[in-house]
């Protein structure tokens, strides 16, 4: 499927849900892979076809020791992509406080705010080129939760195009654990490019494991994995998953 194709579908899906229900909470996600999706939630915000003003939000992670106005601070970056361009109130949009004292009351805190918003109902996701969603490195419990992990040197590696120098990624961060983004209504995970190939393989084919933390969202019982030709290149059923969605019952959705 095209990127645009895939940004349509994962938008629809947070479209409806908003239409729904006004006061939905997203997950949202950064890097590369969802800005299509932001692109398409900002075009539809701004025909009016949509409105995100009673929307909630919550970020899957965050960068320690960056002051959540730093230009490379999660909260910062989707506040560029995202926020500022559709309707929704920048309040209602949390990340983990990746810079404060207390790390563990920081991540306390943050699983105690999805609480009580009621959980999350929409997840977004992508995926690292090491089977990661959010910062769940490899080695992950698929129990975890909110906490601080250290980041792989292929995270490090990948994620320094954001930098100004490698050596400026932080070296930990906090992120919703496995089983905080497990418990979320619904799970849309974007993959585009062969860089991601193997590890989508892992992921949907490969076994449930700490291995590849995405390989998680086979225990969910609505994920969805949006996916372009070269990042499912390496899938073994990719046909017979093309058949099934173009079968898919149109009253279904996502
Ligand atoms: C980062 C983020 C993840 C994201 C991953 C892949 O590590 N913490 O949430 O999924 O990068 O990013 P990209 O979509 O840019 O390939």
């Not at 899957?60 to 909260?75: F, I, S």
Request: proline fraction near 6%; glycine fraction near 10%.
């Amino acid at each position: 499927m095209q990127g645009s194709r895939l940004a349509g579908l994962a938008a629809d899906a947070v479209e409806t849900l908003v239409q729904r229900r006004p006061d939905a909470v997203l997950g949202l996600a950064t890097g590369s892979s969802p800005l299509g999706v932001y692109d398409e939630l900002a075009s539809r915000c701004a025909t009016g076809n949509l409105s995100l003003r009673r929307a909630r939000a919550f970020l899957l992670d965050e960068y320690v020791g960056l002051p959540p106005e730093h230009p490379c601070a999660y909260r910062q970056v989707i506040e560029q992509e995202l926020v500022r361009r559709v309707d929704i109130d920048p309040a209602a949009v949390l990340g983990p406080h990746g810079g404060r004292e207390d790390l563990g009351a920081a991540c306390q805190d943050y699983e105690h705010a999805i609480r009580e918003a009621g959980g999350i109902d929409v997840q977004l996701l992508g995926i690292g080129t090491d089977g990661h969603i959010a910062f769940n490195e490899p080695g992950s419990s698929l129990g975890s939760r909110t906490r601080i992990k250290t980041l792989t040197a292929r995270t490090r590696q990948d994620n320094s195009r954001f930098f100004p120098s490698l050596g400026q990624v932080p070296r930990h961060v906090l992120t919703q654990g496995l089983a905080t983004i497990g418990e979320a209504r619904h799970l849309v995970l974007l993959a585009t490019g062969l860089a991601k190939a193997d590890a989508v393989a892992a992921a949907v084919e490969g076994p449930v494991s700490a291995r590849c933390p995405a390989s998680v969202l086979q225990l969910h019982p609505h994920a969805t994995i949006l996916l372009d030709e070269p990042a499912a290149s390496r899938l073994e059923l990719a046909s017979y998953y093309r058949e099934c969605f173009e079968g898919k019952p149109s009253w279904q959705g996502l």
